[in-house]
């Protein structure tokens, strides 16, 4: 049995925001890291800062 369910306009969709510190480790796993004057930023401004 499926649900089907009508979304609204005015129903807001979440963005999956991660958490700085572990935002941190996962680019250790991956042998990357923020420069220093990164420090304090938010995701969203470092997107937009290394957007190509």
């Known amino acids: 049995m499926t649900t089907k ?4 306009s005015n129903q807001q969709k979440t963005k999956f925001l991660p ?3 572990n935002f941190k480790v996962s680019l250790s796993y991956e042998g990357l ?4 004057n990164s420090e304090g930023k938010s ?4 997107k937009r800062k290394y957007a190509r």
Do not use: F, G, Q
């Not at 890291?33 to 220093?36: E, F, G, H, R, Y």
């Not at 995701?43 to 470092?46: D, G, M, T, Y």
């Open 43 to 46: 995701i969203a401004e470092l």
């Open 33 to 36: 890291t923020l420069k220093t």
């Open 19 to 21: 958490d700085m510190d």
């Open 5 to 8: 369910t009508a979304k609204t």
